[in-house]
């Protein structure tokens, strides 16, 4: 620009003869004031438009990263809600099969008192809301639940029954019972209950009873959730 400037002043001063009047030469340095004026504001103007254009532009790419701030803050609340659903989902899938032993054979009892059977072939714990270590099923989510249980036994000339009764927390709720002089039997029974979170179910060998296991799995518990509430 600085060049293109000095070639139009050099031009303007040759274009001038010599003999021209004082006023002649006035004329044409106003000419010239006037000409470089007129540059000047043009490149002042020039200026303030790219000033402009570039503070437009600066603001057109806030607003646009301030938009992808939100979409990202939005897609990671999404993300939050979607991993607490899937979670909620593991919750209430709720299921589990047991047996007492997973191999060999045991005949357990009998006891004075009722004895909570301890089932430690788990082949199914979905949710491991059984625990293996004590027998003890505790409910994972408020809703209802459906139980079985069965129970096994040989019969040693009806000196002894074979039964088993399921608990809600303390609370006896139903009776499996069989009674063989010889041979071998089974009891089962099952019920649905309604469970707070927390709350334990169990089943317990009856005083005074047997129960037969082997690899065959005749003594079993087996429960899962129906629906949450």
Known sequence: MEISVSFMLLLLLVAIPASE?????????????????????????????????????KAEVDKLKTEVDKLKTEVDKQKVEVDK??????????????????????????????????????????????????????????????????????????????????????DHIFLAWEQQTAHFGTSSNGVTLYLEVGEVVSVRLWANTLAFDNLYHHTTFSGHMLFPM
């Open 21 to 57: 009047s004082f006023e002649s030469h006035r004329a044409c340095h106003e000419d010239i004031d006037a000409a470089l004026r007129k540059m000047t504001a043009s490149l002042v103007q020039l200026k303030a438009d790219m000033a402009t254009g570039q503070a437009q532009l």
């Open 85 to 170: 659903l899937k979670q909620q989902q593991l919750v209430r899938q709720v299921a589990f099969s047991a047996s007492l032993v997973a191999g060999g054979e045991t005949t357990i009892g009998p006891f004075p008192t009722h004895t909570t059977l301890i089932y430690k072939h788990v082949p199914t714990n979905i949710g491991n809301a059984y625990n293996s270590n004590t027998g003890l099923f505790t409910a994972p989510l408020r809703g209802v639940y459906h139980f079985q249980w069965w129970v096994g036994a040989h019969g040693d000339g009806g000196a002894h029954a074979s039964s088993a009764g399921l608990f809600k927390n303390s």
